[in-house]
């Protein structure tokens, strides 16, 4: 086990075997980030939330660059590309009508932010395109999907909506 710490973390604990990474977390007090076999992720706080997700963007950018080892399941890392349209559209997020969202790190190396509660299902995806594509559900079963989207345009009316309401 290593153990370490950073401007950004508090603690950070890793976890490995010859494999590659089995658990990762690490709490900062603004975000938990978790690595697991499967998936990379972050939680967070509700404080200074539009800083809390550049951070936690930053955060995840850095692993992504200064780690040389995918995770198993990881065919690659997001782009710096990516990073900066996540970044782009996280500063167009209406973040005093609409929660949070989760962001993870997908195995193809698309940036995800997740919003999911009982009223629905968002999950938005950047690969460092310029554009955003996103997929969402409803209480009822409804879908909406939505491809190509500007991310400097924020985030889709039909999606404010359903997060809001």
């Given amino acids: 086990m290593n153990t370490f710490d950073t401007r950004l973390m508090n603690s950070h604990i890793v976890e490995t075997d010859f494999s590659g990474i089995l658990s990762d977390y690490f709490d900062n007090g603004l975000f938990k980030q978790e690595v697991s076999k499967n998936n990379i992720s972050c939680d967070h706080s509700r404080r200074s ?16 660059n200064n780690d040389s080892d995918l995770p198993p399941n990881f065919s690659r890392w997001p782009t710096n590309v990516a990073f900066d349209d996540a970044r782009a559209f996280v500063l167009k997020l209406p973040l005093m009508k609409i929660s949070m969202p989760k962001i993870l790190l997908a195995e193809d190396g698309e940036i995800n932010f997740v919003w999911e509660n009982e009223e629905c299902y968002v999950d938005l995806g950047f690969y460092g395109t310029g554009f955003y594509s996103y997929f969402a559900r409803n209480d009822q079963g409804k879908e909406i999907m939505g491809e190509r989207i500007d991310v400097h345009t924020g985030l889709a009316n039909p999606i404010i909506d359903l997060l809001s309401g």
């Fill in 49 to 64: 939330p539009t800083l809390s997700l550049i951070k936690q963007l930053e955060y995840l950018s850095r692993i992504s």
